[in-house]
């Protein structure tokens, strides 16, 4: 039996809504447009690229610190105690699935523990998500997490996973290479709003181990 590693953001949840509204609101950004710039250029890149894109596009000079992050953090996490976390459909009837056959699965995100668990113990999912081990930014070192390989690495580690029975599910074309280059067995790619094949070009990805998808099921998955 196969094990999973899950990331979060845009596999298991959308919270890139929030995201974005925790820029906004930080920025201060106005521009009626920045939606659109965010989905298309900002997305997959990491906060300081996000900081220095936005200081380029509107002539600021903001510097992404400490305080920076301490308030988007706080601005998701009080929207998503509101109830503002969408879980995706396909993903909650794949975790019940696993969950009903006894698989082990775990997660594994850049983002903080606390945020990550009000993402994933929302009432829709809880039973299918609570008590499992997650992964995130806190567990490891700033240098390595993703893009780092040394992420899923010791993910392995901290679920006793063995890397030649555990597949990976990601979606962002950067965190996929930290999976590819990992010694676990192979990586599923699930995109739920980019164009897959632009995708696959842009980020120059070949490898035996990637299986691209459009939906998360457990065939998909080769599990059944």
Not at 23 to 36: A, G, N, P, Q
Not at 73 to 82: A, D, P, R, S
Not at 103 to 126: A, H, M, P, Q, R
Request: proline share 1%.
């Amino acid at each position: 039996m196969k094990n999973i590693l899950f990331d979060v953001d845009g596999v298991i949840v959308d919270t890139e809504k929030l995201n974005l509204e925790s820029w906004k609101l930080i920025y201060k950004i106005k521009d009626e447009l920045f939606s659109t710039l965010y989905f298309s250029e900002l997305v997959w890149n990491s906060w300081k690229e996000i900081t220095n894109k936005i200081n380029s596009r509107y002539g600021a000079n903001y510097i992404y610190t400490g305080d920076i992050q301490k308030q988007r953090k706080e601005i998701v996490c009080g929207l998503l105690t509101k109830g503002q976390n969408e879980v995706y459909s396909d993903s909650a009837q794949l975790l019940k699935y696993l969950s009903e056959k006894w698989y082990d699965y775990g997660f594994v995100t850049t983002g903080n523990e606390e945020e990550t668990k009000l993402k994933l113990w929302s009432d829709y999912i809880k039973e299918y998500t609570q008590g499992r081990v997650i992964v995130s930014s806190s567990d490891i070192r700033e240098e390595q997490r993703k893009p780092n390989e040394q992420h899923y690495e010791v993910a392995l580690k901290r679920t006793g996973f063995n890397s030649d029975n555990t597949i990976v599910v990601e979606d962002s074309p950067i965190w996929i290479i930290s999976a590819v280059n990992s010694s676990v067995n192979s990586v599923y790619w699930i995109d739920r709003v980019w164009n897959l094949s632009n995708k696959l070009k842009q980020s120059e990805i070949s490898s035996n181990k990637l299986t691209v998808i459009d939906t998360l099921t457990a065939s998909n998955l080769q599990l059944i």
